[in-house]
Structures are given as structure tokens and as C-alpha cells.
T-cell receptor
Framework: KAGVTQTPRYLIKTRGQQVTLSCSPISGHRSVSWYQQTPGQGLQFLFEYFSETQRNKGNFPGRFSGRQFSNSRSEMNVSTLELGDSALYLC?????????????FGPGTRLTVL | SQQGEEDPQALSIQEGENATMNCSYKTSINNLQWYRQNSGRGLVHLILIRSNEREKHSGRLRVTLDTSKKSSSLLITASRAADTASYFCATTSNSGNTPLVFGKGTRLSVIA
């Protein structure tokens, strides 16, 4: 089975712009979660989607949004980028969600905001 | 906010030695998971231990869970240079379907 893929792998944006990141889960997985990783805050949960519905949401401002498509692929969008949004964004998939089974992580998208 | 706190923050050992990392958490959990991350890449799942389990093994890995002390430990035996990585514990709460909450990790360096 192919692993979790994320595109793009690297991204450079300027303040005020918006960005869309994409995640393709392992085939058959219906749960996709997104995390932000920074040196200062560590790994922080953004949101989880399961069968196209947002099931959980972390404590991030409304500039961060996401969605999941019928094929379980997921996108997250960050609008009005700030310097502090520079981070590694990781997505993870599983068949039922983190409360039930292990998460399979993609390689991440490294976002740099200038 | 982080639920788990790993200890130590950094650990340096010689190849062949055992490495022990500890994780403490604050609230009741459904399960606790350990992950490894190499140099800012994606995380790799190591072991999942459920709240009603006390110990699990996987190859050179041994994980224990003490729910009365709200703590877990990860033991890597006969370490190798390739084990050099950051190790994170993550928990899910026991109140329904909840996301993983990660600690800040232990940075392990295995010197050949």
C-alpha cells in the first residue's frame, strides 16, 4: 500500500498570502488529522476529518480551515499568513481515528512565511 | 496544550546500551502511543498501548503503562546509531473520539 502523501513538500509564502496544503491518505483510511509542528510549541493538533465531516478541531484561529473529499483526500487552508505560521504541517491517516488505532504520518509540508 | 511530558528532554548513549524514556500525562486516557521522528520528517508509529494494558513489546521496544501514576516508559534495548531520533508520546482521552495530544519529545542520540 502506498503511504500518506503530502504536497507540496516545501512552500515559501509572504505575509498576508494564503496557502493550501494537500494530503492523500492510505487507501481505505477514512480519518485524516492535521498537525502543526514548531520548535517552540511542538506538535499541535489542528483538526480531524472522518468521512468528509470535521470530527475534532484544535485551538487555532479561524484562518486555519480544512476539508475532506469523498475519496478521503484532505486539504487545509491558511489565509492571511503570519510569520508565526512558519512550521512543518503534518497529516496523518488511520482507518477509524486516533482513539482507536495508530496514525500513519506523511512526510510533511514545510511552510516558510517571509 | 501538551498533555504528555517526556523525560529526559535529551539523552545520549553509546551503541549497544539501553535507552529509557519516560512520559507523564495529566488526564485519564484511552490509549497512549509512542512515535519516532527523524530530523524534521514525518512521524513513525512505534507502539500503541491501551489503558487496560500494562506492558507491550515490539522487537527491541518495550513499553509500560502505569495508569495510577499517569506515566509510561519506552525502553529501547541494544540501541543502534539508526535509533537516533526524537521520540514522542501521545495520548487520547477517554471521553469519546479525541485527537492525539503530543508531548514535546525526547531527543535520543546513539553514538557509534
Amino acid at each position: 500500500k502506498a503511504g500518506v502523501t503530502q504536497t507540496p513538500r516545501y512552500l515559501i509564502k509572504t505575509r498576508g498570502q494564503q496557502v493550501t496544503l494537500s494530503c492523500s491518505p492510505i487507501s481505505g483510511h477514512r480519518s485524516v488529522s492535521w498537525y502543526q509542528q514548531t520548535p517552540g510549541q511542538g506538535l499541535q493538533f489542528l483538526f480531524e476529518y472522518f468521512s468528509e465531516t470535521q470530527r475534532n478541531k484544535g485551538n487555532f484561529p479561524g484562518r486555519f480551515s480544512g476539508r475532506q473529499f469523498s475519496n478521503s483526500r484532505s486539504e487545509m487552508n491558511v489565509s492571511t499568513l503570519e510569520l508565526g505560521d512558519s512550521a512543518l504541517y503534518l497529516c496523518a491517516s488511520s482507518s477509524q481515528g486516533p482513539s482507536y488505532n495508530e496514525q500513519f504520518f506523511g512526510p510533511g509540508t514545510r511552510l516558510t512565511v517571509l | 496544550s501538551q498533555q504528555g511530558e517526556e523525560d529526559p528532554q535529551a539523552l545520549s548513549i553509546q551503541e549497544g546500551e539501553n535507552a529509557t524514556m519516560n512520559c507523564s500525562y495529566k488526564t485519564s486516557i484511552n490509549n497512549l502511543q509512542w512515535y519516532r521522528q527523524n530530523s524534521g520528517r514525518g512521524l513513525v508509529h512505534l507502539i500503541l498501548i491501551r489503558s487496560n494494558e500494562r506492558e507491550k513489546h515490539s522487537g527491541r521496544l518495550r513499553v509500560t503503562l502505569d495508569t495510577s501514576k499517569k506515566s509510561s516508559s519506552l525502553l529501547i534495548t541494544a540501541s543502534r546509531a539508526a535509533d537516533t531520533a526524537s521520540y514522542f508520546c501521545a495520548t487520547t482521552s477517554n471521553s469519546g473520539n479525541t485527537p492525539l495530544v503530543f508531548g514535546k519529545g525526547t531527543r535520543l542520540s546513539v553514538i557509534a
